[in-house]
């Protein structure tokens, strides 16, 4: 087995626990086929059914829900697709409540806002319904429904792209679509490219007739569908399965006696019910339930495999995380305050754990952060460029060390940790950012590493770094002076709740120190 399985899975881990439900823009600018759609998109129950419904969307988002961090996180993410006839989008029950099922999975979920047709009022409902009776909602969907295939499509390639933002396999992700939502999950499933390839696919009750089961793909992924008798889309499931069987592709349906068209995550008290529960022990079949990246102890040889292909994606594609804040540096760099003195804190997890423990510290000032769990000083400096001197700061602080001292990626001698240290604040100094280093925090042992002794390497590491900033007038905050505590030189416990991170109270202790620095450095010349 890969030796570096251990270190880089906690980085993996905290990665994935770390990040923040966020909405993501799929497409840069106008969605492709749709520039000219300009109206304005909706949420409403105040409709015909009283349901709460999205409409008229026209810029289609991803909204992330990470696997919940109290379970065991899979590696496995789900694409979820709201069904609504290519009018609406059925939020409740077949997205918000599916994205916090699969959560509590360890799934991380991505919930898409696909492009729909054009609501005129505010009831898509009785649009729908009026379209329905005139017989033109094939008619009127037939330029849509393309459009909404390529943003599952976006979908599938935008999330194996960020895999390693968020702690995924790139070879476990899948899309589970709900009616119309569920055409577009199985339309996934023909003519993909790498970067597009759904792992698995799960249409519920959906719309997906003969003519367009055509071009089975040689390589086509397993497929889980589900209907109710007493809906007559079922049909389309059963012709589905048939199809994925006779090409000799693997596949499960169930057909329940009972449910009707749009069962979803309601409970009817029906076998309908129990979907769920059949869709995970699939899952669990298939083999994207066991965790592709065990926590502790030996993993099994498709856990090594899942893992290893994982690295290896990792290396070739993004091995300094650069992705991580993408979206978020796009939207500075587009609203630059050229008059806005910014402070960009640059580190690892604990930078990253205090935007999420004390977010007041960063709001409401000009305080950017862009740590990332589990990182080196060699990835800190790869992505130096794009989350420090593309933001244009005034000020940087660099707080890094630790996961080095860790061997996160690999043995690494502390002068060369100085030295990448050296290089990121000699590139800030060469592009008029003023720098602010950072002692490394007081450790006694390492978790995840106990055969590692920290202790005298913290000290040695921090006197090259002091020494270094006073020689080249550079700011310098000493937290380590002020959170040390005992002979084993540890982090004060009252300032942490496991001896390496700070807690609430140990970053209150690091604020002020922080802050004197960054003023005194803004006055320097």
């Not at 919940?68 to 009018?87: E, H, K, M, N, R």
């Not at 459009?147 to 933002?165: C, K, P, Q, S």
């Not at 006197?463 to 000493?478: L, N, P, S």
């Not at 970053?507 to 006055?523: D, F, G, Q, R, S």
Request: proline residues 6%.
């Amino acid at each position: 087995m890969n030796k570096k399985l251990p270190v880089l899975l906690l980085m993996l881990i905290a990665l994935s626990a770390s990040a923040q439900q966020k909405v993501i823009q799929l497409y840069n600018g106008a969605a492709p086929g749709s520039e000219s759609w300009n109206w304005d998109q909706s949420e409403s129950a105040d409709n015909v059914y009283h349901s709460n419904v999205v409409y008229n969307v026209t810029h289609p988002t991803l909204t992330v829900y990470p696997a919940d961090s109290t379970f065991t996180p899979t590696g496995t993410a789900v694409i979820i697709c709201p069904g609504g006839g290519l009018q609406t989008l059925s939020i409740e029950h077949e997205g918000y409540a599916v994205a916090k099922w699969l959560q509590k999975k360890g799934i991380t979920a991505f919930l898409l806002e696909y492009r729909l047709m054009h609501t005129l009022g505010n009831d898509p409902y009785k649009e729908m319904l009026a379209k329905m009776k005139a017989n033109s909602v094939l008619h009127d969907q037939a330029p849509v429904a393309p459009l909404a295939v390529d943003d599952g499509r976006a979908a599938i390639a935008y999330v194996r792209a960020h895999a390693a933002e968020y702690g995924i396999s790139p070879s476990r992700i899948g899309i589970m679509g709900f009616s119309a939502g569920g055409t577009i999950a199985a339309a996934t499933a023909f003519g993909y490219t790498p970067e597009n390839k759904p792992d698995f696919v799960a249409p519920v009750y959906a719309y997906f007739p003969p003519e367009m089961q055509v071009n089975v793909p040689q390589d086509a992924p397993p497929m889980f569908l589900a209907g109710a008798s007493d809906d007559q889309s079922s049909i389309y499931s059963v012709e589905l399965y048939d199809t994925w069987i006779k090409t000799k592709h693997s596949a499960e349906l169930h057909i329940f006696s009972k449910g009707g068209h749009g069962f979803g995550m309601k409970t009817q008290g029906l076998e309908s019910d129990t979907w769920t529960d059949r869709f995970m022990e699939w899952m669990d079949q298939q083999g994207f339930v066991e965790p592709a990246f065990p926590r502790k102890g030996k993993s099994s040889a498709k856990q090594a495999a899942d893992f290893t292909k994982f690295l290896d994606y990792l290396t070739h594609n993004d091995w300094a995380v650069i992705s991580h804040y993408k979206d978020k540096n796009d939207s500075i760099i587009t609203h630059l305050n050229p008059n806005e003195k910014r402070v960009v804190f640059m580190g690892n997890s604990i930078t990253e754990g205090w935007y999420n423990l004390d977010p007041g510290f960063f709001n409401g000032r000009p305080y950017i952060d862009r740590g990332i769990s589990g990182q080196t000083t060699p990835q800190m400096l790869v992505r130096f460029r794009e989350d420090v001197i593309d933001l244009k700061p005034a000020v940087v602080v660099i707080l890094a060390g630790i996961n080095d001292i860790a061997q996160n990626t690999g043995p690494i001698k502390l002068e060369n940790t100085f030295g990448n240290i050296r290089s990121m604040a000699e590139l800030a100094d060469q592009n008029h950012i003023k720098v602010v280093l950072s002692s490394v925090m007081p450790a006694a042992k390492i978790g995840w590493r106990p055969s590692i002794a920290p202790v005298q390497k913290i000290i040695d590491l921090n006197k090259m770094i002091k020494a270094y900033a006073e020689k080249m007038h550079f700011g310098y905050i000493d937290y380590y002076s002020a959170m040390v505590v005992g002979d084993n030189k540890a982090l004060n416990p009252a300032y942490t709740n496991e001896g390496l991170h700070p807690n609430l109270a140990g970053y209150k202790v690091m604020e002020p120190l922080a802050e004197k620095a960054i003023n005194k450095a803004l006055k320097s010349k």
